[in-house]
Structures are given as C-alpha cells and as structure tokens.
C-alpha cells in the first residue's frame, strides 16, 4: 500500500498535539520513474521523472515554506536499508522543521501551496512523514 497523503485520523490526531512549539517532520519519499500529472495540468504528457516533479514541488513551494518560518535542518541519500523490509527503499530523505505545528498546518491549508502540491503528487510513488518534537539537548547516549 502506498502513502501519499495523511488519513483522516492521522491528521486529526496531528492537529490534536500542541500547535505552539517547533516541530520536525521526517520525510522518506519513494519517487515514481516518471511523474503523472492529470488532464489538463501544463505538465500533462510531458516526459518528465518523478525526481523533475518532486523538485518543481520543491522549487515552487519554497517561498511558502520559507515565509512561515520553515527550514531544512538535514538531508541525507538513502543508501541501503540496514533494519527493516528491503522493499521499503527509498529515494529521498530529510527533516523539515516548522516554528511551530500551527505554521505546519498553515502551509498545508495555503490555497496556492494546494495547486502546487500537485508536482508532489505527480512524482511521488510513497512516502512516510513523520511529525517528531525536537530533543534540543539530546545525550551523548542512543536514545537520551
């Protein structure tokens, strides 16, 4: 089964947590070969890959994400994976942090990032995203 979008319940269950503190979202994202756009989009029936779709999302939302207060703060290229089902591979890892969950929420309710979240759609085959609390002063151990 193949996740692009949170359910209902998740979602529901995110915007039950806090919404004033700063949050991190792990993204692990499994790219399509090549990107399907609907009828009628302008990228329809263009040979583009699922990487061209995944980075015209990145490129277009960017300022959105940057105007609420969001970052990158890691990336990193997923290479094998060392614990856990092979065929959960992936193409594309980060962690975008937000100053708050309410900025989160905010992004993803923008009417222009919901046009343009298409490019996400287009290229995306699955994904996990998962919403973490930021440990400012983790230990020195695993897991502190």
Avoid at 25 to 31: G, R, Y
Avoid at 46 to 71: C, N
Avoid at 100 to 113: G, N, Q, S
């Amino acid at each position: 089964m193949a996740y692009i979008d949170p359910d209902r319940e998740a979602w529901d269950f995110f915007k039950s947590l806090p919404r004033d503190q700063p949050i991190q979202m792990l993204n692990l994202v499994k790219l399509k070969p090549k990107a399907e756009y609907p009828a009628g989009h302008p990228d329809h029936g263009k040979d583009l890959s699922g990487l061209d779709a995944y980075r015209a999302y990145g490129r277009t939302t960017a300022h959105i994400f940057k105007q609420l207060g969001g970052r990158q703060v890691w990336a990193g290229k997923p290479q094998v994976m060392v614990t856990g089902p092979g065929a959960e591979a992936w193409d594309i890892a980060f962690i975008a942090e937000y100053p708050t969950a309410e900025a989160f929420i905010a992004m993803v309710r923008d009417p222009e990032y919901r046009d343009l979240v298409q490019h996400r759609t287009a290229g995306v085959a699955d994904s996990r995203l998962l919403r973490l609390e930021p440990i400012r002063e983790p230990g020195e151990g695993f897991g502190e």
